[in-house]
Every structure is written in structure tokens, then in C-alpha cells.
């Protein structure tokens, strides 16, 4: 039996689980699932002879170093700064790793080790990052072996609720980590390149500044941007290129409403609010407001944010109870965000019976022979269920995908990687198709920069 240790068993791991567990008579495949919570691994066992739940504390050098020792591959699903242990761990037993996490520094200065050692570390293969990195690199690679130059290049992608469980004014549920939005775009401003032009977004204005974009049978969506577009440029090969963006989806409106919680000060999570713990919400909600001898919290609310009382946007704040004197925040030392956090927890969490989507866009503009085109790509993906959400199968399907091509020896270029070449992204983008993650591409006359994207 080939082992995999896969260490990590939250909610991303649940199509990741599934699909080996599917493949494993046919791949000779023996699963280890460890977690803090031997609870949740035995549960994503599905009482599998193939799978073992384990117990796996991982600042436990020693229990840990003696399950990676037994394995022939390791997947960390834990959050990205608890990979680099598990990965000197990797180089001293001689391991190929897989993560879904962004290259951190730590991670890159292991990629000589990996190399000498003939170890393969793939990271960034989940979907953003990894999906859009294996899309993005198809197109671009054919468009340059047809001796095409790339001009433009953007591309967003979106967490969101499916359009049948689409039920709230702000058209958006939770479908990751809450603190993670409420966090967005924070520590910089977002930075990009346009017509050739460097572009810069201070976080204060950065849901103010929207791209909006269509796709066929589900609607209109805007886009923000996200924190540094041009960190991929030498990444796909794009130095020269002329636009380069990336950016996160939403529903239209999202985004100029949730620019008054930015302009409240209440996603600032730098400082810890006195008393929070028995604060009501509305009494949050005054903390950010001027005081007024006989003003009520709503209108001096309404002032502030220069909305009228039959505005939509005053409806969304309406929605989430956030003028309510009688729910307690309950969180001790709580910063704004945290709190924040907690509130739209409260009206945002999927229910039992929702469903979430993902959506993704890229937009490739090109000069070939004389005359510039543009692909526009689209990828939309429902969940199944609160388990094998479209989150989990866009996150957990790639991640398996490229294990097993790994431990097949069809991925075989050594050292720390992002799945941008060949070997990596075409078996793995084919086979996604058949659950479900299919891309459509149509080509058309360039259309340059979008001229939608406004200072609203």
C-alpha cells in the first residue's frame, strides 16, 4: 500500500478525502487522516477499510515526525504558517508535500533541499490559489506558442452563495473564513498595472473602485481588486505585459456597502474595545458615531453616511440587526473587527440547506499576426451540499489531484513549485472537468482596459 498522510481535516478536506478514498483499491492507496479533533478525522473516514483516523497534535515533534517518517506523500490542509515544520520534516524523511497555501518566504528557502533531495513541494493548488494559476497558464501558453503576445490580463475569482439560497439583501453568505472578508484588503493599498500605467488603491477607497463583469446564466458581478496584482507578473511570464489585475467577485452592491463599515472604522482590528464583552450591538455601533444630546443612534447613523432612510444601503444595515439594543456582542477584549465579525456571522452563516458557488474570470488580451483579440474564460461552480461545498471540491480536488500525480510519477520536476507548467496543469485541469469545474472560452475583437471600472 502507498501511504498519504493528510494532516488537517476541516471543511477544505472533505473532497480531498473523498476523492482518494474513491481511488484507493484501483491506486493501492492507504489514507492516514490526522487532526487535533480525532472526532472529525474518524467522521471524514466514512468508516473507509482504507482510511485511518488519528489524533495528531503538531507541535508534538515527535508523534508528528513519526507519522510523516511512515508516509510516501503528505498533504497540509492546516492554515498556511504550520506548513514549514512539516515540511523540514519532509526534507530529513525524504517526502514529497502538497499545500493549497501561498509560498511563504520559510517555505521558498527550502527549495534547494528539495531539489538535492528530488522532492516534489507543490504548493498554491488549491483555487485561488491554484485553479486560477493552472486556467490563467493554459490560455497564456497557447496563446504564446502561436507566437502571440500578451497585452492584458485579469482575472477574478468569488466565494459566494449558489443563486437558490440567495436570500439576503447583501446577496453574500460566509462561505470561508469570516475574519478572512472582514479582513479583505487591508495591510497596503492594492496595486495593479493599466494601459502600462502603475495603479495604486488605498484600502479606504478600495470598495469604491469596482469592475463589473457578466456571466451568461448567472448574472452580473463586480469586482475589487485585491492586494498586489504584480506579484505574478515574472510568475506567468507577463513582465511586459501592458494590464495585469487581479481581483475578488462579488454581487453588484456588495462592495459600496460594505465600504461603510471601512469608512465607520469598524473592520479596523488594530485596537481592543473596552467592555466589548457586555456590549450591545447597537452600543457598537454608537462607539463610531458622534455624540448628540437627543439624536437617535439611526439618524445620527444616517448623517454620517450621507444615506436616506429609503436608501437600499440603509436597508442592508437594517438586516443585520445591527441597531439592536438587547443582543449582547459577548466577546472579551474584542477588537471592531472581531466584533463585526461576530454580527455578520449572525445573519451570514450557510444554512443546513444552502448552497455555495464559486466564480471565476479571466479576461487574456492579445496581439497575434498584427491583430489584437481577447479570451474571456468563465468557470462556475455549484456545491452539493454543506459538506461537498464548491469551496471544498475547488479547493480539495486539485490538491488530491496533484498527489496522485505525484506518487505516479507524472509530476516529477523537483522543488518548490506553483502548478504552472504543463505537466502539472493540463491532467489536472482535464480531469476537474469531469466534476464539474469546466471552463468556457470565447474568443472576440479586443476590448482593452474596462472602461467600467469607476470611482464610484
Avoid at 478525502?17 to 474518524?42: C, F, G, P, R
Avoid at 463610531?288 to 436616506?308: A, G
Amino acid at each position: 500500500m502507498r501511504n498519504i498522510l493528510i494532516i488537517g481535516a476541516g471543511r477544505s478536506a472533505s473532497s480531498l478525502i473523498k476523492y482518494l478514498l474513491n481511488k484507493s483499491v484501483e491506486e493501492n492507496l492507504h489514507l492516514t487522516i490526522a487532526d487535533l479533533s480525532l472526532e472529525l478525522a474518524q467522521r471524514k473516514t466514512k468508516n473507509h477499510p482504507n482510511a485511518t483516523a488519528i489524533a495528531l497534535d503538531i507541535f508534538d515533534s515527535a508523534q508528528r515526525q513519526a507519522q510523516i517518517e511512515k508516509a510516501d506523500i503528505v498533504i497540509s490542509m492546516l492554515p498556511a504558517h504550520l506548513h514549514i515544520e512539516i515540511a523540514k520534516d519532509c526534507i530529513v524523511y525524504k517526502k514529497h508535500m502538497v499545500t493549497a497555501s501561498y509560498v511563504s518566504e520559510a517555505m521558498q528557502a527550502l527549495d534547494a533541499a528539495a531539489k538535492e533531495n528530488n522532492l516534489v513541494f507543490m504548493n498554491e493548488i488549491g483555487l485561488d490559489p491554484g485553479i486560477d494559476h493552472m486556467s490563467a497558464m493554459k490560455i497564456i501558453d497557447e496563446v504564446q506558442d502561436q507566437g502571440g503576445k500578451m497585452i492584458l490580463f485579469e482575472s477574478f475569482c468569488g466565494g459566494l452563495v449558489a443563486p437558490e439560497s440567495d436570500n439576503n439583501l447583501w446577496n453574500y453568505k460566509f462561505t470561508w473564513a469570516p475574519r478572512n472578508v472582514v479582513l479583505a484588503g487591508q495591510g497596503g493599498a492594492a496595486k495593479f498595472i493599466q494601459e502600462g500605467t502603475y495603479k495604486y488603491i488605498p484600502y479606504h477607497k478600495l470598495f469604491r473602485r469596482t469592475e463589473f463583469m457578466e456571466v451568461e446564466g448567472y448574472g452580473r458581478f463586480e469586482g475589487y481588486a485585491n492586494r498586489d496584482s504584480l506579484k505574478y507578473r515574472s510568475v506567468y511570464g507577463l513582465d511586459d505585459v501592458l494590464t495585469l489585475y487581479r481581483g475578488t467577485l462579488r454581487r453588484v452592491g456588495f462592495s459600496k456597502a460594505w465600504d461603510m463599515f471601512v469608512q465607520l472604522g469598524m473592520t479596523d482590528d488594530s485596537y481592543i474595545i473596552d467592555d466589548s464583552e457586555t456590549m450591545s450591538y447597537r452600543g457598537f455601533v454608537n462607539l463610531f458615531l458622534p455624540y448628540h444630546p437627543t439624536d437617535s443612534v439611526e439618524i445620527k447613523l444616517r448623517h454620517v453616511l450621507k444615506i436616506d432612510q429609503d436608501d437600499v444601503m440603509w436597508d442592508k444595515l437594517v438586516e443585520l440587526d445591527l441597531f439592536n439594543a438587547n443582543k449582547i456582542v459577548g466577546l472579551k477584549d474584542a477588537t471592531p473587527a472581531q466584533i463585526l465579525e461576530k454580527i455578520l456571522t449572525d445573519s451570514w452563516t450557510l444554512q443546513p440547506e444552502d448552497k455555495d458557488m464559486i466564480v471565476m474570470y479571466h479576461k487574456f488580451g492579445f496581439e497575434i499576426d498584427g491583430v489584437k483579440k481577447q479570451i474571456d474564460s468563465k468557470m462556475v461552480c455549484l456545491g452539493d451540499d454543506q459538506t461537498y461545498t464548491a469551496m471544498a471540491k475547488t479547493v480539495g480536488l486539485p490538491v488530491a489531484m496533484a498527489t496522485l500525480q505525484i506518487l505516479n510519477g507524472n509530476i516529477k520536476t523537483p522543488g518548490v513549485q506553483l502548478p504552472i507548467n504543463r505537466e502539472v496543469y493540463l491532467p489536472i485541469l482535464k480531469e476537474l472537468e469531469e466534476f464539474g469545474v469546466v471552463f468556457h472560452e470565447k474568443e472576440m475583437h479586443y476590448e482593452g482596459y474596462n472602461p467600467n471600472m469607476v470611482l464610484a
